[in-house]
């Protein structure tokens, strides 16, 4: 989504006054750097609400972000996400400079698998397709015949050929997208720390104690606590349901960060929930933004043939998507 940062309005709105007073005049230093480079600032929706709404251009989903990375005219993409958000940005926009504010920034998704296990599972299964989460490598998506996103995986899926479908790295999404589509998904036994920790039990108690509560949970959660919700979809579909349902109280089953960021999309919703927040995505701040662009640090570079091939496997997502 196109945003017009910064928004003060929000972020007086959310954030105590010392934390606002330290964070507005790195905010104006940002915005004033990345206009006179010619960067455009892509911000996941699990980041800090200073970076969401003090100096993303956009905000959104991998999927949103990487169709933005792909057509952005801008000389510099700078992301504040994690590693293989940024890593996808340069594999769909090579001739671009791409910068991470922190190296670190990684997923327990994407350090769940290696090439030689994505080779195993062909070896074992052979003619199945192979569809990769984006939360994988370059190197991951590389070995893979089509990615996806939260957003599409079940249209990619059902996109194939064939009764069986390999999917990694991601178990709880593979399987909740297998009993969506009623194919045969085979899986690898990867889990985000974030989404795994979410049970059915705790919905339930919420459900006891808010009656009504409208519950949309991530499909990185376990398959018992997608049955559990009423809504279940990427980050930015999230929002979308919300505003169209409009419940008076919500709860969200993902990380920490996104009701706040998303308060003032929806002002009418009271949201209760869990607080589980991504150590990775929480790396990112204002301070490593600032470094980044004032010290280029951290160019992110994708071999060849890896990035070609991680390439194909992205373009025919977003294809089935189109
Ligand atoms: S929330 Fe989960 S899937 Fe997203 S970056 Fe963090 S560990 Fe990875």
Redesign the pocket.
């Known amino acids: 989504m196109n945003v017009q940062t910064p928004n003060y309005a929000a972020l007086r709105a959310l954030l105590p006054e010392p934390e606002f007073a330290l964070a507005r005049p790195l905010i104006e230093e940002i915005n004033a750097l990345k206009r006179e480079r010619d960067v455009v600032i892509l911000v996941h929706n699990?980041q800090i609400p200073s970076i969401y709404h003090g100096i993303a251009d956009y905000t959104g989903d991998s999927l949103g972000l990487s169709v933005e990375a792909a057509k952005t005219r801008a000389a510099t993409i700078l992301f504040c996400g994690?590693h293989f958000m940024a890593e996808t940005a340069k594999i769909v926009s090579p001739e671009k400079q791409v910068l991470i504010p922190d190296l670190e920034a990684g997923?327990?998704?994407?350090e769940s698998i290696t090439p030689d296990d994505v080779r195993t599972l062909r070896a074992l299964h052979p003619g199945v397709p192979v569809v990769c989460y984006v939360?994988t490598e370059a190197d991951i998506k590389a070995e893979s015949d089509v990615c996806c996103t939260s957003a599409n995986a079940a249209k990619v899926v059902r996109s194939l050929p064939g009764r069986q479908v390999i999917f990694i790295p991601d178990a709880y999404l593979g399987q909740n997208v297998g009993r969506e589509t009623g194919k045969e998904v085979i899986v690898h036994d990867g889990r985000?720390?974030?989404?795994q920790e979410f049970t059915a039990e705790q919905i339930a108690a919420y459900r006891a104690q808010f009656p009504g509560i409208y519950v949309v949970a991530h499909p990185?959660c376990h398959p018992s606590v997608v049955a559990a919700a009423d809504f279940t979809g990427s980050t930015s579909q999230m929002v979308a349901a919300l505003q169209r349902i409009r419940p008076g109280k919500a709860m969200l089953i993902t990380?920490c960060s996104m009701a706040a960021n998303i308060q003032l999309e929806v002002k009418h919703i009271d949201f209760d929930m869990p607080c589980t927040l991504?150590p990775?995505?929480k790396r990112i701040t204002l301070e490593k933004v600032l470094r980044s662009l004032q010290d280029d640090v951290y160019e992110v570079e994708v071999p060849e043939p890896t990035r070609s091939r991680a390439a194909a496997a992205i373009h025919r997502m977003l294809e089935i998507g189109a």
């Open positions: 699990y994690v997923c327990s998704l994407s939360n985000c720390i974030v989404h990185e990380e991504c990775h995505m």
